[in-house]
């Protein structure tokens, strides 16, 4: 009796291995497993028999702090949301597995190709604005200069770099703008602002809310409010300095126990499924070329850039949020 019972239990064993379902983890931040997340995991789980695990760290900085410290004992296959402001201090922990999809040609803006080892791909991108609530700001910014202006006192959300992608690009936007002297613009934003959140949502509730009339976020908020209320409140403004636009990437993490899935799944962010349900899920554009939902006319055009060497964000980075924080923490 005890040894049938061994040899089923070896049967047993063996068949559950063979048909277990193979499981992918990917790390992002919140609101992409609140919107992306939903609607195509479902898809790809089914076209590969497989379960696929979204787990979310808050904003994307904290998920670049968290893959730094798992280093070496990661739970996760793939990692989808840094930008690109985010990737020299991600590339510099040497955390990523190089793999080339195999339609990586339908990228558009062959600009966005980073890294030459595609140890990092980009799936989505979008440029910074300020939102504003149409109803208490007659008379907007329309410049960086503008918003210095006293009637805009206490009136500005801005998201912390050390923990916000949106935050850090905003500093960088600065940056870009003022080069050496933008932390002169910051002791004169200072008293624009009225106050500092960890990531964009909280930042966008208090808009919504009525907590504060304007807030640092993106070009297509006012396309996302038409879309959902069939109207909108927000308005959008990007100054006429120029727009920095980010770029959000997706890469395989070295510690994946499922490489071939996880191959699987950088090829389907390419492809016309994932990138189709960028503009209305993640609001910012496809990287490449899907027609975009007839409610994107409400995004303002990008007549200008703002750009900043990406040398120059690799040997700074650090110093610039310590600074940052010193002049506007403290």
Request: hydrophobic share 45%; charged share 20%.
């Amino acid at each position: 009796m005890k040894r049938f019972m061994v040899v089923l239990s070896v049967v047993v064993l063996i068949v559950v291995g063979v048909f277990a379902t193979e499981t992918l983890t990917v790390y992002t931040y919140d609101s992409f497993i609140s919107g992306m997340a939903k609607q195509v995991g479902p898809i790809f789980e089914k076209m590969y028999n497989c379960k696929v695990n979204f787990l979310s760290f808050g904003d994307s900085g904290s998920l670049l702090s968290c893959l730094i410290l798992e280093k070496s004992h990661s739970r996760a296959d793939i990692v989808i949301g840094l930008s690109q402001s985010q990737l020299p201090k991600a590339l510099q922990a040497d955390i990523f597995l190089p793999y080339k999809p195999t339609d990586v040609a339908s990228i558009v803006n062959k600009s966005f190709l980073v890294d030459k080892e595609y140890r990092v791909i980009p799936f989505d991108y979008g440029a910074l604005a300020i939102d504003y609530n149409i109803k208490s700001v007659k008379n907007p910014p329309k410049s960086f200069k503008e918003l210095l202006e006293p009637r805009f006192a206490h009136s500005l959300i801005v998201e912390d770099p050390r923990t916000s992608s949106t935050g850090l690009d905003f500093l960088l936007w600065t940056i870009g703008v003022y080069g050496d002297k933008w932390q002169d613009y910051w002791k004169d934003l200072l008293n624009s602002i009225k106050t500092v959140t960890a990531g964009w949502d909280s930042a966008f509730e208090m808009l919504e809310k009525g907590e504060a009339p304007m807030m640092v976020s993106f070009a297509t908020d006012e396309a996302y409010n038409y879309y959902y209320y069939k109207g909108s409140n927000i308005g959008v403004i990007i100054p006429s300095e120029g727009a920095y636009v980010m770029v959000e990437y997706a890469g395989i993490l070295k510690r994946t126990r499922h490489l071939s899935l996880a191959h699987k799944f950088m090829d389907f962010i390419l492809s016309k499924e994932f990138q189709s349900a960028i503009p209305l899920n993640q609001w910012m554009y496809p990287v490449t070329n899907v027609k975009l939902p007839e409610v994107y006319k409400y995004a303002p055009r990008i007549s200008k850039d703002v750009i900043l060497d990406p040398s120059l964000i690799q040997k700074n980075l650090s110093k610039w949020i310590e600074e940052w924080s010193m002049l506007v923490i403290k």
